[in-house]
């Protein structure tokens, strides 16, 4: 059995310094943060593997250095919170810098039709995807009263006969239905999950907790750039 010891580092954020602790194995080929990580191999590797990243809703360039994916609902008073407190912040404190993902895990009663409706958007353009997504969790509350997502939908830049149809037959059922497939492969079971190039949140992060983790993965990719 490894022997660990406490290591403590200094984070650097502009002005701000904070302490950073974790725990390493003697050999140096562990450490112990919120788990356990083996240094000889990239831990989320194979996380990033299962992750589908083409043809799916996306804000920011592809070429980012962090790509942030999210597995949420639409219903999920958490997942709202995370909409309104981070998601746009987070964008606009790392613009350019990172990619932003959303992904469909419907797991509260009447969270499909939201994710189907979503999907609906994304199969006409990603633009009418954002706009909906915006739309449904600004009415969160409002989301299980019948026809209301088609009046949501209302002024969006689509074909509203072709969404309509769309949603009247599920026709987007099987792209949630893969979000839900790849959430779960990668061990998924609640929401909001997120995975920042692969390193997985598990629940509702503070905004300063989030930001530590993106701005951790974009010094690890820039330093791993440059090699």
């Known amino acids: 059995t490894n022997e660990f010891r406490t290591v403590t580092l200094e984070v650097r954020q502009g002005e701000q310094v904070r302490p950073f602790l974790f725990y390493a194995s003697a050999d140096g080929t562990k450490i112990l943060v919120d788990q356990l990580y083996d240094l000889s191999q990239d831990p989320f590797a194979g996380n990033r593997a299962r992750i589908r990243l083409v043809n799916v809703p996306s804000q920011g360039p592809a070429s980012a250095l962090a790509t942030i994916v999210v597995y ?111 959430a779960k492969s990668l061990g998924v079971e609640g929401t909001p999950t997120l995975f920042i190039n692969g390193r997985p949140k598990v629940g509702l992060p503070t905004r300063e907790r989030f930001w530590e983790i993106v701005g951790e993965e974009l010094a690890l990719a820039n330093s791993t750039d440059k090699k």
């Open 72 to 182: 949420s609902d639409y219903t999920c008073p958490f997942c709202e919170r995370f909409f309104h407190t981070l998601e746009k912040p987070t964008l606009e404190r790392y613009a350019g810098r990172v990619r932003y993902i959303y992904k469909h895990f419907p797991v509260r009663p009447g969270a499909l039709e939201a994710a189907v409706a979503a999907a609906c958007a994304f199969r006409q353009s990603n633009e009418a995807f954002w706009g909906l997504h915006q739309r449904l969790f600004q009415n969160r509350p409002r989301l299980a009263e019948k026809g209301f997502v088609v009046e949501l939908a209302r002024g969006l830049p689509l074909d509203a006969q072709k969404f309509e149809g769309c949603l009247e037959r599920r026709e987007s059922l099987p792209d949630v239905q893969r979000d839900v497939a790849e």
